[in-house]
């Protein structure tokens, strides 16, 4: 039977990579990370601070959202600044135009 959503492996390797950039932004955590750095670049102290966060759970939601190509780095001495990766945040959002408005 065909599914008329997955109509080839191109088709459904973009549903698997969409499906996985919803499990990581599902976190709310991560949403809340994802806001912050939507206004500038921060480092680990400017992100865990504000949310109320423990610094290792904090690095881990930005390993989580770094692994997924959503947020870059930049080492600055002993500081790593975090910020979005807007150039993958575009991909996604025309990927997510695509798979929803497919007819």
């Not at 921060?42 to 992100?47: D, G, H, L, Q």
Request: charged share 30%.
């Amino acid at each position: 039977m065909k599914n008329n959503c997955v109509e080839g492996r191109s088709e459904f390797n973009k549903l698997n990579e969409f499906s996985d950039y919803l499990k990581i932004i599902a976190d709310i955590n991560r949403l809340k990370i994802l806001c912050l750095l939507k206004k500038g670049e921060r480092c680990v102290c400017n992100i865990n601070e504000p949310l109320g966060l423990r610094q290792n759970l904090t690095s881990h939601h930005l390993k989580a959202l770094r692994d997924a190509g959503l947020v870059l780095t930049r080492r600055d001495g002993k500081w790593v600044h975090y910020r979005i990766n807007t150039e993958k945040l575009n991909y996604l959002n025309e990927l997510y135009n695509e798979i929803i408005s497919r007819q």
